[in-house]
């Protein structure tokens, strides 16, 4: 069997198409790190402007102070700062913007968001709840009312975590690159036998192909894994080595996702995101070698793994499919969306574990087409 898996990993790697896209791989995953970097971007105060770039990353940087306990002291104390601010400039409900981005409060610039979402404001009338809110308030209270949580929380770590944000943000863009590269290599998994005329011989075997085809299986999903590899390091060494790993223990809830009800850190969903996208991947090269026996044509099979990674998010953004449902895990490219991640759990991880499993039955026990 050994032997087996190693000529078809040989096979792969000796397909001058295949070497390409390896190199062409890391090229993108290299390229899409930087422009990640360059085209982040942020505002200073409201009378600067916005800055871009490497200076956009150290300005946010600078206005760090570690990792904090916010807590209902600090909340309030937020609150009373934002509204004193606001009238000491005169800003009407409509021009908030420019007490958010004050000298004064523009370190805060997270906790408001978190405060805001859970006294109900929207992205329309962005931070007008907190100027008609009066302190004291039992905010963390609010907030469990408000995302229904029921666990034991006193209050968020609050902190610079931009690193995680851009990387988390843009995986997603990185595994399409991932799955086109993925569906050139493995168009031929099963198409390339019928082309060779392998499937005269396999038809004559005693088990069958049964051995070739476990094979070819466990091939592919060992190239899955290496280009899902291949792309991530590189990415991951120019995203963090630019941000910095600062932000590993700061909650979700202050940037990325306020209104989660589970109290998550950057560092336990990077672990999740990183372990989703390798799962992701697998499914993708399954789903790619899929198509490649049951059409027996590279081409057809290339065609549909390229709709497999553009329709699947289309049509659940359209259809407006709740960001914990099951049908997000059906298709790998929705299920590395931050989304998808923040809400894996047990049951979907059962369940993409059932689709492995199907499809690598198809894949080595269905010969009907190829042997006929």
């Keep these: ?25 890391i090229v993108i995953s290299v390229v899409y790190g930087f422009l990640t970097v360059f085209q982040d971007q942020t505002i200073t105060y409201y009378e600067q402007g916005i800055i871009y770039g490497i200076d956009a990353i150290t300005f946010e940087k600078n206005l760090s102070h570690g990792t904090v306990e916010i807590n209902d002291d600090e909340i309030n104390k937020v609150i009373d700062n934002f509204q004193k601010q606001t009238n000491n ?51 963390v209270e609010l907030w469990k009312d408000k995302t229904n ?51 005269e011989i396999i038809s004559t075997t005693k088990n069958r192909g049964t051995n070739h085809f476990v094979a070819k299986v466990t091939a592919g999903i060992i190239i899955s894994s290496f280009y899902y590899l291949l792309a991530l390091v590189p990415f991951s060494i120019i995203i963090f080595s630019i941000y910095g ?74 259809l407006n499919i709740s960001s914990s449902s099951i049908l997000r895990y059906c298709f790998p490219i929705t299920m590395v969306d931050v989304s998808s991640v923040l809400n894996f759990d047990m049951t979907k991880l059962l369940f993409t574990f059932l689709l492995f499993f199907l499809l690598t039955f198809i894949l080595i026990y269905d010969k009907k087409r190829l042997i006929q």
């Design 1 to 25: 069997m050994t032997r087996l898996i190693k000529n078809e990993l040989n096979r792969i790697y000796t397909c001058k198409i295949n070497r390409i896209s390896v190199l062409l791989l």
């Design 89 to 139: 400039i005169n800003s009407t409900d409509g021009e908030t913007f420019k007490t958010m981005y004050s000298k004064e409060m523009r370190s805060y610039e997270e906790v408001i968001s978190l405060i805001d979402f859970t006294l109900g404001g929207t992205y329309m009338d962005q931070y007008k709840k907190i100027l008609e809110v009066k302190t004291p308030i039992n905010f």
């Design 149 to 199: 949580c029921t666990a034991k929380i006193k209050s968020f770590k609050s902190g610079y975590s931009k690193g995680y944000q851009r990387f988390l943000k843009k995986i997603m863009d990185l595994f399409l690159f991932i799955s086109i590269m993925l569906a050139v290599c493995l168009s031929k998994m099963f198409s390339q036998d019928k082309e060779e005329r392998m499937n």
């Design 245 to 318: 790993l600062a932000g590993w223990d700061v909650n979700v809830q202050l940037g990325i996702a306020p209104l989660f009800p589970n109290l998550l850190t950057y560092g336990q969903l990077l672990s999740r995101a990183v372990l989703m996208g390798l799962l992701a991947s697998v499914l993708m090269g399954l789903l790619i070698m899929f198509f490649s026996k049951v059409f027996l044509s590279s081409s057809v099979s290339v065609i549909c793994s390229i709709i497999l990674c553009f329709i699947p998010n289309i049509m659940i953004s359209l």
